[in-house]
């Protein structure tokens, strides 16, 4: 075999390659920029995911803020208390309500300069706000009562975009201590605040690209909310529609004769006629889907008197377009009734079963209490003309028959008081400034004949008058006095049932049949007719009696119930009051409208 030959010349062997220092040892530098670009561009978006993933908004999570003697993460129990019942309902329907507790969301709110600004730190689509600075009403009772009122805007804002929608709210309460006032107040407009921005927060695009989406899980995290809305919307329209209905049927049985003066679902009581307009007591509700029951439920205003034009549609009293009312509260005890020849209107207050008050408010809002008690129960009021008296019913007690009672409206002193132990009061009317008339029976256990009697409580010493006496057998009710105070008119029960006008210059009466029954007469402003209550088809009826000739009209033919008939100023329409079941609530309440119908000349 050949052994191999040692090359001549050949080159030494090549030395042994160290490592690469670096990257620059092995690529060449002209090739390095795409690859640090693509490495910059990786870690920028890692960064940007990271950054985004911490600040951007969650459309279903929601701050509310809603200032109630201050914010809930101020320390103030109120907003707390609103905040977590509005919170449990929005938590119920799928959303993300920021709650107390953790130390970074708590960190977030103290220190930022306002809610809106805390809500974007903490990642929040949506901020409910509200700032509830109620009026607190101090009423002058021994053991101390707190009326709160409330009436302010709620706002719903997309914190991506700044939109807002808003809404308002409105509410009362009441207690012996401001604390639980402040809570029940809290408790009630938790409610109210979700009925205001459900609908506007499910119908936002931000919202909806989730309900419209393909998302399984955010789709069954919202179901429940859907479906709320859903039977939100039907349910209120189904109320709309029922209140609509039922208004277009009592119309149409009064073929046209009669105007409605007030809303579809209105509950408001005729307090009184004047020139250009009349007075009218209101008890309005809303109507709203509760979270809680998933059915309609009914929020209560509070109650207000009114001077309403008489050329002018009625609105309810929470309506934006709502007249400013006289008087503003809790509860009207009984009718409410207006000075025959001024602005002012007499009431009974209630305090929520508290105490009653005798007050007298003006067309200016300016109100006075002329007395207030937390045992008596006040009935009936009514001013004398010139407004320095106001006569009223006076029950010591619950089951204790009513006495009469004069008090000046200036001081609230007592002028007049006449007890009933053995008496029957029958109703009372003012002469004039100072002479009231009233309907009694002396000595009911001998079964005395009701007299209409006369006192006039400027003069002293006080002293009755009894210039009329009736029939044997026969009752007096429901008296009523002409503007000038010359006629009396009363309805009389016995052999010849109607309607009795009395001279009060003569004392001598004529009555006038009423084949139908009589209640609640009222005397036109010329006292040339009178306009009364009488037995109807399916209720009750309004007609007009006139005097010259004994001939009587009715103006309304309706199967409601129709009452308490008030003549305008000017003689030519009688106003009065339409009540039937409210449709959506019938256990619950009765429609009460205000109409008119014209009086043929």
């Not at 090739?31 to 969650?58: C, H, Q, Y």
């Amino acid at each position: 075999m050949e052994e191999p030959r040692t090359p001549t010349d050949a080159q030494p062997p090549a030395p042994e390659a160290e490592p690469p220092e670096s990257l620059e040892a092995l690529v060449p530098r002209r090739r390095l920029w795409p690859v640090f670009a693509v490495l910059g561009l990786v870690i920028a978006a890692a960064g940007l995911l990271a950054f985004r993933s911490m600040t951007a908004t969650d459309p279903l999570r929601i701050l509310v803020a809603i200032d109630l003697d201050g914010y809930w993460w101020e320390g103030s129990q109120p907003a707390g208390r609103l905040a977590d019942e509005l919170g449990e309902h929005l938590a119920e329907l799928g959303f993300d309500p920021v709650k107390g507790g953790d130390p970074k969301v708590m960190k977030a709110l103290e220190s930022a300069r306002d809610p809106k600004e805390a809500a974007k730190a903490l990642g929040a689509g949506f901020i409910i706000e509200a700032r509830l600075a109620p009026e607190i009403v101090e009423h002058p009772i021994k053991e101390g009562y707190f009326e709160l009122r409330v009436d302010a805007p709620v706002t719903l804002t997309f914190l991506d975009k700044g939109t807002s929608t808003e809404r308002r709210i409105r509410g009362y309460s009441g207690a012996t201590k401001k604390d639980r006032a402040m809570a029940l107040l809290a408790n009630s407009m938790a409610s109210q605040a979700l009925d205001a921005v459900i609908a506007q927060l499910m119908d936002h695009p931000s919202v909806r690209e989730i309900t419209e989406g393909s998302d399984i899980k955010l789709l069954e995290r919202l179901a429940s909310a859907r479906r709320f809305v859903k039977d939100r919307a039907a349910n209120l329209d189904r109320a709309a529609g029922a209140y609509a209905a039922r208004a277009k049927e009592i119309e149409a049985e009064e073929q046209g004769r009669v105007t409605f003066l007030s809303p579809q679902a209105a509950e408001d009581l005729l307090v009184g006629t004047a020139e250009g307009g009349y007075f009218v007591k209101t008890a309005d509700v809303s109507v709203f889907h509760s979270v809680r029951s998933r059915d309609l439920a009914r929020s209560d205003a509070l109650e207000t008197v009114e001077w309403r034009p008489l050329d002018q549609p009625a609105v309810p009293t929470t309506d934006p377009g709502a007249v400013k009312p006289m008087w503003r509260g809790y509860h009207v005890y009984s009718y409410p009734s207006s000075q025959r020849d001024g602005d002012r209107v007499a009431l009974v207050e209630d305090f929520i079963g508290w105490a009653k008050t005798i007050t007298v408010v003006d067309r200016s809002g300016q109100s006075k209490r002329v007395r207030v008690d937390p045992e008596h129960r006040f009935v009936d009021p009514k001013l004398a003309p010139g407004g320095r008296f106001v006569a009223v019913y006076d029950r010591p007690e619950a089951d204790a028959q009513a006495d009469l009672m004069v008090l000046d409206t200036d001081g609230g002193k007592e002028v007049f008081g006449l007890h009933t132990e053995n008496e029957s009061l029958g109703g009372f009317a003012w002469l004039d400034e100072t002479r009231l008339a009233f309907v009694y029976v002396p000595d009911a256990s001998e079964g005395d004949a009701p007299h209409l009697a006369v006192v006039d409580v400027g003069k002293q010493p006080l002293s009755i008058e009894r210039p009329f006496r009736a029939k044997p057998g026969e009752d007096l009710r429901n008296p009523a006095a002409s503007s000038d105070g010359t006629k009396i008119v009363c309805v009389v029960d016995g052999d010849e049932p109607g309607i009795a006008v009395i001279d009060t210059t003569t004392w001598r009466r004529k009555v006038y049949a009423a084949p139908g029954g009589a209640s609640w007469p009222a005397f036109s402003p010329d006292a040339a007719r009178v306009a009364f209550e009488t037995r109807g088809a399916g209720g009750t009826d309004i007609a007009v009696l006139a005097l010259s000739t004994g001939e009587i009209k009715k103006l309304t033919v309706g199967s409601a119930t129709e009452r308490v008939p008030r003549f305008s100023a000017d003689g030519k329409r009688v106003l009065f009051e339409v009540r039937y079941r409210d449709p959506v609530f019938p256990k619950k309440r009765s429609i009460s409208r205000i109409a008119s119908a014209a009086v043929e000349p």
